[in-house]
């Protein structure tokens, strides 16, 4: 989208002295040609960008030139990558609302004649992250573990663990993980003497201490996150991981599998006028949700539990009406 690249070429020009349209078109993912259009717009809009030829040239502000003061700081855009990570943050904390604040930030920034076209965003796309069954599940953590990664320091908890004991410890959070919109962190725990993986959720209360830490100069984030799933699969017991696996039988009268892309099709029959296909829906709430609306256009054969849901609820609703 064009105004996401205006707002990365602006904040590109700023944390650099001179870069390269090439450069900022592969950052961007764009043409160079497009990077040209872009920065020809910015320059009608009022900002001072300059072209310095030669090997060493580029795009760079022009002399004393510097980015509104006010605009995006580090946290927003922190703030704006949590966002991005499909994190669910609860209105009530203090990312939150400097989220928002980011935002207006960046609205500020636009020409404006995008100005009209973000309005216009805002009234036609609405992001609803509630699931359709029970309740969405908010972060309450999520301040107190971000300024503790940020500022190095220890964190005193009151963890959960799976099987519900509740245990308090002293952890040093060295890094974030988001996963599926939740929240894990990679942390030295005091008490094990040795780093581990945390999930966010189950913090039943956190309390940031004075004591500092350092993360020692060898521990990579990345590296250890992959590490510790190949060994959360190894010791998840079959029952646990096909906890998540809801298979559901249904019959379509025509290829229609596309209906409800994205499942994982554990198994399919063709007949002479139908097909059958066996499908992970993960959950009766999801298999309902998804399959009820397009009834009118499949069968369902089993499970037993879910055809007789979707009949009684047709019933009622022509009861009704």
Same mark, same amino acid.
């Given at each position: 989208?064009?105004?996401?690249?205006?707002?990365?070429?602006?904040?590109?020009?700023?944390?650099?002295?001179? *870069?390269?349209?090439?450069?900022? #078109?592969?950052?961007?993912?764009?043409?160079?040609?497009?990077? +040209?259009?872009?920065? %020809?717009?910015?320059?009608?809009?009022?900002?001072?960008i300059v072209s310095i030829p030669g090997p060493a040239g580029g795009f760079a502000f022009m002399d004393g030139y510097k980015f509104n003061a006010d605009s995006l700081h580090l946290k927003d855009i922190v703030n704006l990558l949590f966002s991005s990570t499909g994190i669910n943050i609860d209105k009530?904390?203090?990312?939150?609302?400097e989220l928002k604040n980011a935002v207006i930030k960046l609205e500020s920034i636009v020409p404006e004649e995008y100005k009209e076209e973000i309005a216009k965003a805002k009234e036609k796309f609405i992001c609803d992250s509630n699931p359709w069954?029970?309740?969405?599940?908010i972060d309450k953590n *999520?301040?107190?573990?971000?300024? #503790?990664?940020?500022?190095?320091?220890?964190?005193?908890?009151? +963890?959960?663990?799976? %099987?519900?004991?509740?245990?308090?410890?002293?952890?040093?959070?060295?890094?974030?993980?988001?996963?599926?919109?939740?929240?894990?962190?990679?942390?030295?725990?005091?008490?094990?003497?040795?780093?581990?993986?945390?999930?966010?959720?189950r913090i039943e209360s956190a309390e940031m201490l004075e004591e500092?830490?350092?993360?020692?100069?060898?521990?990579?984030?990345?590296?250890?996150?992959?590490?510790?799933k190949k060994q959360f699969i190894r010791?998840?017991?079959p029952d646990v991981s096909a906890s998540k696996t809801y298979p559901v039988k249904v019959k379509f009268y025509e290829d229609k599998k596309n209906m409800l892309q994205g499942f994982e099709?554990?198994?399919?029959?063709?007949?002479?006028?139908?097909?059958?296909?066996?499908?992970?829906?993960?959950?009766f709430e999801t298999a309902f949700s998804m399959i009820f609306p397009i009834s009118d256009r499949i069968t369902v054969l089993e499970p037993e539990k879910l055809k007789k849901y979707i009949i009684d609820k047709a019933k009622r609703i022509i009861e009704m009406n």
């Open positions: 989208m064009r105004l996401h690249r205006l707002i990365g070429i602006i904040m590109m020009l700023d944390s650099r002295k001179v *870069i390269k349209a090439k450069d900022i #078109a592969n950052v961007l993912e764009a043409s160079e040609r497009t990077i +040209y259009r872009d920065v %020809d717009l910015l320059c009608e809009a009022g900002i001072p009530n904390t203090e990312t939150y609302q069954f029970g309740e969405k599940v *999520i301040d107190i573990i971000k300024n #503790a990664v940020f500022n190095l320091k220890k964190l005193k908890i009151r +963890y959960k663990k799976y %099987d519900g004991q509740i245990s308090e410890r002293i952890i040093r959070p060295y890094g974030v993980i988001v996963k599926k919109s939740e929240l894990y962190f990679a942390a030295f725990c005091e008490e094990r003497n040795e780093a581990r993986i945390f999930k966010s959720n500092s830490f350092n993360i020692p100069e060898k521990f990579s984030l990345e590296e250890f996150w992959e590490e510790s010791r998840t017991p099709v554990l198994n399919y029959e063709i007949y002479d006028r139908y097909i059958i296909y066996d499908i992970n829906m993960i959950s």
